[in-house]
């Protein structure tokens, strides 16, 4: 039992890593990478509303929209759920965490509409996960992205510093270029986990 | 048929009415009082969010003076910000002082010798990251320009391996003080004109040894400084800008050119070699201490 989520929350952040397997919030991974501190402040927040998000439209899809063979409006729902949701804890994180909604404040909006927390929760409803499996896969899921946004930080703070780029490849270019050699390390994982728990 | 269609618009419209009613009602039980005064005072703040007020920015600044900070501490506003802080606060105007950069440093390319061949990253993070920089002394400016990078208002530059900051432009926003690896940047009262180029806590002897325009402590300047302000410590000598007059009498005495005015930063003639120079033994700095620009390390 155990051993099945450890294989989903590592199968998450490293074989199917959301931004470098599966290219999912690419927007934040090249847009907030720049500087340390808003890459982790952004990848805790995509990790916390994931998890929200799936807390919340999982229940939803199943016991409402599935009996009543609404599943095509799954797609439709979800997104006025994330939007509320985020809105909401934002509000109550204002209030009672302030500090808190200080370090992610400003990023929670901008998740609202980010692909990676749609994608997941209707990932979690393809594969038929069950709940607490969709939210460790969602927690897995937001680990994932966090990772990609450290090592791309990393990289990417080496790439500005870097002499002898050419003019033209300055700036974005280079951080797609290093992006897709990172991506394809990654595809380096594939197997591990069957080699590992299979 | 009804329920083919009207089914999922109920659905999609309930959930988006939910999501409303909640939302708005969060919006009235949980919304945070925010000080009405806050907006006028933000508005009042130049929004440059520079930090030199010693706060993380303008927002957090405004929410500082609603405390009860004072209303004269930024730098980029000057004292028409001060006086228009004071009418919004309702307070006594305080007097405002204008501050500008200047850099504890005066070495040119040919004073100090190098200790290295530093071929690593341009930056004088990296650089001051790596046994303390290339130059033999390690208290020296890079001169990679970190500051300058740093600087919105194109009032620092590097000029022969040094930085040197242009008192006309400086809006004294303390950027570049934040971004020095070597902590050798200062704020000072935009009314004085000297300042110590030289921030080495190394012996005289050292000091000499290691760069041209040093500061040895032989503390000359300590000596004919008529309002007592120059104290010497740490063998480095130390300006108290709350008693200097600006009358530049330490400038004439100082036997290495480690202490400049601000206008003529960069020396026009070469400091005396001939001339010879009363090296003090090293003294345990006497009973007060002054506050030594902060301590050089890497990081």
């Known amino acids: 039992m155990a051993k099945e989520y450890l294989a989903l929350i590592l199968g998450c952040i490293l074989v199917n890593n959301v931004v470098l397997a599966q290219f999912m919030g690419i927007c934040p991974f090249l847009g907030v990478s720049k500087k340390m501190d808003s890459a982790v402040g952004m990848g805790i927040a995509v990790t916390f509303v994931l998890v929200m998000a799936t807390a919340a439209t999982w229940p939803f899809y199943t016991y409402l929209l599935q009996p009543r063979g609404m599943a095509y409006l799954e797609t439709l729902s979800f997104i006025l759920i994330i939007a509320a949701l985020v809105q909401l804890v934002e509000i109550i994180m204002k209030k009672y965490t302030p500090s808190l909604h200080k370090q992610l404040g400003v990023y929670l909006p901008l998740i609202t509409t980010n692909c990676a927390v749609l994608g997941i929760t209707i990932t979690n409803i393809d594969e038929t996960y069950g709940y607490f499996q969709s939210l460790v896969n969602a927690f897995g899921t937001g680990l994932g992205f966090l990772l990609a946004m450290i090592l791309f930080n990393g990289v990417r703070s080496r790439i500005d510093n870097a002499e002898g780029i050419p003019e033209a490849l300055k700036g974005i270019p280079s951080a797609l270029i290093a992006a897709s050699l990172i991506s394809m390390g990654f595809m380096g994982f594939s197997g591990l986990i069957e080699g590992i728990f299979g | ?259 400049r005015n601000c206008f003529t930063a960069i020396p026009v003639e070469e400091p005396a070699a001939e001339e010879e120079i009363p090296v003090e033994p090293p003294v345990a700095p006497a009973g007060k201490t002054v506050d030594p620009p902060e301590e050089t390390g890497t990081f």
């Open chain 2, 1 to 259: 048929m009804l329920n083919d269609y009207l089914l999922p618009v109920l659905v999609v419209g309930g959930t988006g009415l939910v999501g409303g009613v909640m939302l708005s009602i969060a919006a009235k039980y949980m919304s945070v009082k925010k000080d009405e005064r806050f907006d006028k005072v933000r508005e009042c703040l130049p929004g440059a969010n520079c930090g030199g007020c010693g706060y993380a920015g303008c927002d957090d600044y405004a929410q500082k003076i609603l405390e009860g900070a004072p209303c004269n501490l930024c730098n980029p506003g000057g004292a028409e910000t001060a006086a228009r802080l004071a009418a919004v606060m309702g307070v006594e105007e305080e007097e405002f002082v204008p501050k500008y950069a200047v850099v504890h440093c005066g070495k040119n390319c040919e004073h100090t010798p190098l200790g290295m061949d530093y071929q690593g990253v341009p930056s004088c993070e990296a650089a001051s990251g790596f046994f303390g920089g290339e130059y033999a002394c390690k208290y020296s400016c890079l001169g990679f320009g970190d500051c300058v990078l740093a600087c919105e208002y194109d009032a620092i530059h590097v000029v022969d391996g040094t930085a040197v900051v242009d008192k006309s432009k400086c809006s004294g926003c303390g950027q570049c003080v934040k971004t020095c690896p070597k902590h050798i940047i200062e704020l000072i009262p935009c009314s004085k004109n000297y300042y110590v180029a030289c921030s080495s806590k190394d012996k005289g002897p050292v000091t000499r040894k290691n760069c041209e325009v040093g500061c040895i402590a032989c503390k000359k300047c300590e000596r004919i400084c008529p309002e007592g302000a120059i104290t010497v410590a740490d063998f480095l000598s130390h300006i108290d800008y709350s008693k200097c007059v600006s009358c530049g009498k330490c400038m004439e005495v100082c036997p290495t050119g480690a202490i």
